[in-house]
């Protein structure tokens, strides 16, 4: 009656894929425990590593939980303690982790009546807390593990998509704010025709790669016209960061999600590790506090 989870960070976007592609990080995430009760509601019991509301409805753990809840129906209702290890605000799907993890949760412990489509548009209901809009690129790779393309939010459609065995994430996290909000506000509402073939030819390139564990095609495709020109002005050092890393080894460089964190995909461990010390060299020149992780993608 009471269950442990670890609900992963993800990166969303990918460079080529702004709102559809992401991809799960293997080990950093939040711990959350759920617990049945008898009365019939949701509660936040506690919350550690992080300053976020316990009103239900304000909190997007609280959130996603009243949506899964609210359809459900059980004669019972749930506990929620919440130990935040993903930065709120750090472009890794903080709000993601609470939300996916707090549904996954509450489905095992109502005996799995749902799929893993049906909870990441329960988890949305919390994104849509956080950010104002119900995006599904974070949560779908945390529900669905790997690689995933959102093919469609209304209605919902999630593709899961093949993960290379050797692909490796190096992330920055360099302690500045960017706010989702505003780092969509600054976004063109229109696209050039040219930059958009570019992009959607790196898409579909991108998903054959994993397909076919091209990792020379992936590296070409992980390109992005649209969005990172506006996105990386917010990022200092976005520019030294990535061709530090790609002299490193590194595949291809992007902002992750919204920013202001920045990853790199590397073909194994070790260069993702020199990638590491390649970009850790970059920011320590500078007066910015920064984490860097390294993950295998699953
Ligand atoms: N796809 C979203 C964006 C992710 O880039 O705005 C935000 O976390």
């Known amino acids: 009656d009471c269950i442990k989870i ?9 460079s080529c894929g702004f709102d559809v592609l992401g991809f799960c990080l293997d080990h950093i995430g939040d711990e959350m425990i759920i617990k049945k009760t008898k009365e019939r509601d949701i509660k936040i019991t506690k919350i550690k590593g992080a300053n976020l509301p316990f009103e239900v409805e304000k909190n997007v753990a609280g959130a996603a939980a009243l ?6 129906k059980p004669d019972y209702g749930f506990e929620i303690e919440i130990y935040k290890k993903i930065k709120p605000g750090s472009g890794i799907g903080s709000s993601s982790a609470s939300a996916s993890g707090v549904v996954f949760a509450i489905n095992q412990l109502l005996g799995k009546p749902y799929n893993a489509t049906q909870l990441t548009q329960f988890a949305m209901k919390g994104e849509a807390v956080a950010s104002g ?34 692909l490796y994430a190096t992330i ?19 696209v050039d025709l040219q930059h958009a073939i570019q992009q959607w030819a790196n898409v579909g390139s991108f998903v054959h790669a994993l397909h076919t564990n091209d990792y020379d095609l992936l590296s070409e495709s992980l390109k992005d016209k649209i969005v990172e020109p506006y996105r990386s ?19 291809g460089t992007g902002i992750s999600g919204s920013g202001p964190s920045i990853f790199t995909l590397s073909k194994d461990e070790k260069t993702a590790k020199n990638v590491e010390k390649a970009i850790q ?11 860097t992780y390294v993950c295998k993608i699953n």
């Open 281 to 291: 060299n970059v920011y320590s020149k500078t007066d910015i506090k920064f984490n």
């Open 233 to 251: 002005k917010l990022i200092p050092y976005f520019d030294d960061v990535k061709n530090a890393a790609i002299n490193a080894g590194g595949l």
């Open 6 to 14: 670890f609900s992963p960070a993800t990166v969303a976007n990918v």
């Open 133 to 166: 809009c119900e995006h599904a690129d974070n949560i779908a790779p945390a529900l669905f593990g790997g690689f995933t393309l959102v093919k469609s939010t209304q209605p919902l459609e999630v593709l899961s998509l093949p993960t290379p065995a050797d």
């Open 172 to 190: 920055i996290h360099p302690q500045i704010e960017v706010k989702t909000a505003e780092a969509r506000a600054i976004l063109p509402k229109k």
């Open 67 to 72: 949506a899964i809840y609210q359809d459900a």
